[in-house]
């Protein structure tokens, strides 16, 4: 099969749907750069002193770990010089950070999780990072976090990159989700599945159930059903996965099929779930939602949700289409 090149897949989508335009493949390009970089030194694990706690805390009052913070840095210097973006937003930092003065400014927003599933980084269990894209608001001056504020519909490209047996980074501009595979050796991103679909039926679930005593009715519902198997409601037995990874859950729906779910639950009742909306939930909803899957909150779509804090957090139920519906359907009733 003839190797398609992330910048040759690129270009060729800008000619079908006239969507990228340079300043934003070149931010794609870059983003995708640092997810090569950000492999390399996930992949040193303890040959590279880059493993254990960085001994400080992020603004979410989780313990950093040094590839947390060296994954941030690197996204934040591959992206100030471009002349793409006006401003960034991360997981790790508390505030947006701008593009210091001596570059020039772009007209794009960029918000990312450096590196997700930071717990499973020192056992050598898959990680990843997530992006999403937003255009700065028109005759934006000087961006302020209120500029980020725009609901998952307004992205213009979201992706993850899996730092797992393979790298492989996930991409959609609004045209469909393709996968690129990191050949090692060339050091280059090669089309590796296009327009990728979720089947809209499954018989695969993800939910951390050790929280299960917490979950509220419609979740005990739906999960219970699922559990029943054969001889419930349902009339066919589930399986479970939960990788504690979103990226590796994410990617293991989007290839075969499943619902991913992160609920709100007694523990804190004010707090919807722990994943949070901006770099998370809304870069996830847009590719499974362009994968033909959905993603809700259990009561509104996802990408719909008017966001009001840069790390707001979100329930998240996403994957195949009929079994979202279904346990949202549960909530309303
Ligand atoms: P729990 C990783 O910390 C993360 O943000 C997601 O990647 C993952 O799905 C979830 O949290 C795991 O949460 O409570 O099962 O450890």
Request: aromatic fraction near 6%; charge should be negative.
């Amino acid at each position: 099969m003839k190797r398609i090149s992330l910048t040759q897949h690129l270009i060729e989508q800008q000619r079908l749907h006239n969507k990228i335009p340079s300043e934003l493949r070149l931010l794609i390009e870059v983003v995708g750069r640092a997810c090569k970089s950000i492999s390399h030194a996930v992949g040193k694990g303890a040959l590279g002193e880059v493993l254990g706690s960085a001994g400080s805390e992020n603004v979410q009052g989780e313990v950093q770990k040094k590839l947390d913070v060296i994954s941030n840095e690197i996204l934040l210097e591959a992206n100030e010089w471009g002349g793409h973006l006006a401003a960034m937003a991360s997981e790790e930092m508390e505030t947006i950070h701008r593009i210091p003065n001596r570059y020039p400014k772009g007209e794009y927003l960029l918000m990312f999780d450096p590196l997700d599933g930071s717990s499973n980084i020192d056992v050598n269990v898959s990680i990843g990072t997530i992006f999403s894209v937003l255009k700065a608001p028109e005759g934006m001056t000087e961006p302020t976090e209120q500029d980020f504020m725009q609901p998952g519909t307004r992205q213009v490209a979201a992706g993850y990159a899996v730092y797992g047996p393979q790298t492989v980074l996930v991409l959609t501009t609004g045209d469909g989700v393709h996968c690129f595979t990191l050949d090692r050796e060339m050091g280059a991103w090669v089309l590796t599945q296009k327009d990728i679909k979720i089947p809209e039926d499954t018989k695969e679930f993800a939910i951390n159930a050790s929280n299960q005593r917490h979950w509220f009715p419609p979740v005990k519902r739906y999960v219970d059903e699922m559990l029943a198997g054969s001889t419930g409601v349902r009339g066919k037995d589930f399986n479970m996965r939960w990788i504690a990874s979103m990226v590796a859950d994410v990617h293991r729906i989007l290839n075969r099929g499943g619902i991913f779910m992160y609920p709100a639950d007694a523990r804190e009742p004010n707090k919807p779930g722990k994943l949070r909306l901006m770099y998370e939930a809304n870069p996830m909803a847009f590719i499974v939602e362009q994968a033909g899957g959905a993603a809700t909150d259990g009561t509104r779509r996802i990408l719909d949700i008017q966001p009001e804090k840069l790390h707001q957090r979100v329930a998240v139920f996403l994957g195949s289409k009929n079994e979202v519906d279904l346990v949202t359907s549960y909530h309303q009733q």
